[in-house]
Every structure is written in C-alpha cells, then in structure tokens.
C-alpha cells in the first residue's frame, strides 16, 4: 500500500464545475504540499499545510490531521486549470517527502 | 530576483558518455533534490542534499552522482552507468521544513 493516495487518477469536467481531489496518507506529517505541473513539465508549489484551510484565489486546501486526508478544491473551474495536481507529505520523523502518484485534470471548455 | 535555475533545458547525449545537469538557487534553502520523470508518471527522488558536503541517496540513485560544495549549487551528472537515462529531470529547493520550488526541469535524451 502506498502511503500516499491521490483519487482520482484522472478527472475531466466542465468548465464550471466545483473541482475534488483527494489525498489520505498514512504516515505522521510536519505539513502536506499540494502542487500542479503544467503540460510543459515546470511545477508550482500552490499550498503547505499542516492544519485547517487556506484559499488562494479559486483554490481552497483543506487537511484533516486526526484522519489523515486532504483535499484539494477548485471552484469555478477553467480550462487553464487543467494539469496534473500532485499531494506530498513531509515526514515528521525524517522530514523527508513522500509523493502521491498525482491527479490528471482536464477542463473542457 | 529569487528563485531556482536548471541548465539547460534540453540535452542530448551519446550512449556511453557523461553529462551533468546544473541547478542553482538563490533562496538560502538548505535542502536541495533532483527528481527524475518518465512520462505519465510521477516524481522519483534521485539524490538530496540538506546542508554543504553532505548528500542522501533516493530510491533510484544508481547511475548518478551529485555534489554539494557550494549552499546554492546541486549539479547531478548522469553517468554512463544509468542504463535508461532518457527522462526529465526536476531540481527543487526548501528549508529543511518549507515550501517546495522548482527548477524548469532540464529533458534528457540520449541517442
């Protein structure tokens, strides 16, 4: 079993729609990253958590510490928001990164 | 400006022959990670480093050597020993505890 698990593995909507992926982990945490990687290959950091909720414009993380999950959210998807979305987990005992496999998104106009 | 650079963004290699992969980053983080990509799949740690002259091995070290002499550079060459060396390569840095960033990521292709 992985320790961490990203659903789905590819998700395609409307453009509109209210967007869901999912992380759980199975590992203590000090915090959980999610990213996105563009066709092109580049990566951006979009949120480190370690507790509660952030929103950065449509985006909005949330992280459950006591059931080890979070999700990553998008409202009012576009079709620039198509790209992989990818979960991370720094270990608090090592503080190394454990990577999730990643989720394919594609927005349709 | 601050950030993350990796030279150069494409590559081509004769088999048999070494290359080396540059990564540099003006954020004074402390730890700095090469990452290999094959396509459609996800990242795969190939060495990190958290402070000067030390380094850890990843899970797919094999075929590849780094160095950290200097905070800011983590260069990785790619020897003529890594079997299937054809990938995309990303270089990241952070506090030992912080945010990620990513370098542009340098294409591999060995002919």
Redesign the interface.
């Known amino acids: 079993k992985n320790e961490v698990e990203q659903s789905p593995q590819n998700l395609t909507a409307q453009e509109g729609e209210f967007i869901t992926i999912n992380c759980s982990y199975s590992v203590g945490i000090?915090?959980l990253?999610w990213?996105q990687q563009h066709p092109g290959?580049?990566?951006?950091?979009l949120f480190?958590l370690s507790s509660g909720k952030k929103k950065h414009g449509r985006l909005i993380a949330t992280i459950n510490i006591q059931e080890k999950h979070s999700s990553l959210h998008i409202t009012a998807s576009h079709p620039r928001d198509s790209a992989v979305y990818?979960c991370?987990v720094?270990m608090d005992s090592n503080?190394?990164?454990i990577?999730?496999?990643?989720t394919k998104l594609i927005i349709k106009p | 400006d601050g950030g993350i650079t990796q030279s150069p963004k494409y590559l081509f290699r004769k088999e048999g022959q070494n290359v080396t992969l540059s990564c540099e980053q003006n954020l004074n983080h402390d730890a700095m990670?090469w990452y290999r990509?094959d396509p459609g799949q996800?990242?795969r740690?190939i060495y990190?480093s958290?402070i000067v002259n030390d380094f850890q091995k990843g899970d797919i070290a094999e075929g590849y050597s780094v160095s950290r002499e200097k905070k800011e550079s983590f260069p990785l060459t790619v020897t003529s020993a890594q079997k299937n060396p054809t990938a995309?390569y990303?270089c990241?840095s952070s506090y030992?505890?912080?945010?990620?960033?990513?370098g542009?990521?340098s294409?591999l292709t060995v002919l």
């Open positions: 000090s915090a990253h990213l290959g580049g990566i951006v950091s480190m990818i991370a720094r503080y190394q990164l990577w999730g496999a990643g | 990670y990509q996800g990242l740690l990190y958290q995309f990303l990241a030992i505890t912080g945010e990620l960033f990513f542009e990521g294409r």
